[in-house]
Every structure is written in structure tokens, then in C-alpha cells.
């Protein structure tokens, strides 16, 4: 039982580039979710989905795309790179009514 | 809209002895779910404790313990016999209960507090 998996662990882009973060879960867990961390600051929601099929927006959505083909993977998309989308993201999954299991993180550099 | 406030950036505490940490939310709702996260240097977000709303009796988790006060909408992490391991960012955070799809999974955090175990 692996948890939560995120990849790559570190990864440096240009402006305008694009990427997927990648996030999956071997726990069967309904919810997923996407946070970034900006430095000092606690985690800030970006994308989450309830199930298969189904995603919403979170508080920072701008900039990223997400889709939940299956409900182990859930992966982050950023379209087109901007030094501002420097962070330490995280992807998180639980039960319905658990709590939050979070991954290892992703450290974005956007030069 | 919930937010949840830590007012104390920054604290220190000796090794084995005991350290409180505060934070205070704003909601309108009744049923929701407050946590104590850790963040060591590792990044991990690790879980330190958990607290449902409807519960009045404060949850505890070996040497750590919270002060849940629902009608001043205060929970504060209490850490008995810190230790050099407990040295981390310590982030309290809110979770609306609903069931259904009124429970996404959204985790409102505040600003963390760093807390630094001297030896």
C-alpha cells in the first residue's frame, strides 16, 4: 500500500512551458485534491474532484487544468508556465467523512 | 466563507516541556472537522490530530492534545514533553462536514506556526 504518489519530485520549467504533475493512490479513496504552498504560507486549494469524472475549482484555479479518468490518478496540468506557479505542490485523497492523506510534494521552479 | 487564523508565527520551547499552539476559524457552519498538521523540514504533511465538531470532548493523541472551544471557535494543540522531533511548521486547518457532495474534501489552512525544540 503505497498511499499517496506524486511525480516528478523536482522539476524546473520555462516560462511558457507546459507539464503534468503527476498524482495517484492505491486506497481506493473517492476525493482528490491539489494544493500548492507558497513560502510561509499554508496550503491553498487548486482543483479537487469527488469521484470519477467529476472535478471543481478550489480557491487558485487559474492557470491549471485537471481531469479524474480513473479514481486512482489525478493528474495537474499547467498550460502554459508563469514564474508565479513557483511552488510546493501537493496532492491529498481520502473517504468520504476521513481525513486528508497527503503525497510526498512536487517543487516547481518556473524561470 | 471559512478562514482559519494562526496568530503566532514563530514559537521555541525547551525539550520536555510543554508548548500550546493557537489558532482560531470563522464559520457559519455547525458540522465540520478542525486538524493539526506537521510539516517537517521533509515537506511531508503528516497528521497530528483530529477533532469533529459535534464532539465536545477534547481528542488527544499520546503526547498531544487540543483545547477545542466551539463557541469562541478557538483549537489549540498542546504538546506535552516536546521533543527535538516535534521541531516542524505546525499548520491547523478546516473542513466543512456535509456528506454527500457537500463534504469535497476542502481543507481550508492557516498560515502555520513555526515551532522550534531546543535541546
Known amino acids: 500500500n503505497a498511499g499517496v504518489t506524486q511525480t516528478p519530485k523536482f522539476q524546473v520549467l520555462k516560462t511558457g512551458q507546459s507539464m503534468t504533475l503527476q498524482c495517484a493512490q492505491d486506497m481506493n479513496h473517492e476525493y482528490m485534491s491539489w494544493y500548492r504552498q507558497d513560502p510561509g504560507m499554508g496550503l491553498r486549494l487548486i482543483h479537487y474532484?469527488?469521484?470519477?469524472?467529476?472535478?471543481d475549482q478550489g480557491e487558485v484555479p487559474n492557470g491549471y487544468n485537471v481531469s479524474r479518468s480513473t479514481t486512482e490518478d489525478f493528474p495537474l496540468r499547467l498550460l502554459s508556465a508563469a514564474p508565479s506557479q513557483t511552488s510546493v505542490y501537493f496532492c491529498?485523497?481520502?473517504?468520504?467523512?476521513?481525513?486528508?492523506?497527503f503525497g510526498p510534494g512536487t517543487r516547481l521552479l518556473v524561470l | 466563507a471559512q478562514t482559519v487564523t494562526q496568530s503566532q508565527p514563530e514559537m521555541s520551547v525547551q525539550e520536555a516541556e510543554t508548548v500550546t499552539l493557537s489558532c482560531t476559524y470563522d464559520t457559519s457552519e455547525n458540522n465540520y472537522y478542525l486538524f493539526w498538521y506537521k510539516q517537517p523540514p521533509s515537506r511531508q504533511m503528516i497528521l497530528v490530530i483530529r477533532q469533529e465538531a459535534y464532539k465536545q470532548q477534547n481528542a488527544t493523541e499520546n503526547r498531544f492534545s487540543v483545547n477545542f472551544q466551539k463557541a469562541a471557535k478557538s483549537f489549540s494543540l498542546k504538546i506535552s514533553d516536546s521533543q527535538l522531533g516535534d521541531t516542524a511548521m505546525y499548520f491547523c486547518?478546516?473542513?466543512?462536514?456535509?456528506?454527500?457532495?457537500?463534504?469535497?474534501?476542502?481543507?481550508?489552512f492557516g498560515q502555520g506556526t513555526t515551532l522550534q525544540v531546543k535541546p
Open positions: 486547518a478546516f473542513m466543512k462536514h456535509g456528506g454527500g457532495s457537500g463534504n469535497t474534501g476542502k481543507l481550508i
Open positions: 491529498a485523497s481520502m473517504r468520504l467523512g476521513g481525513t486528508q492523506y
Open positions: 474532484s469527488v469521484g470519477a469524472g467529476i472535478t
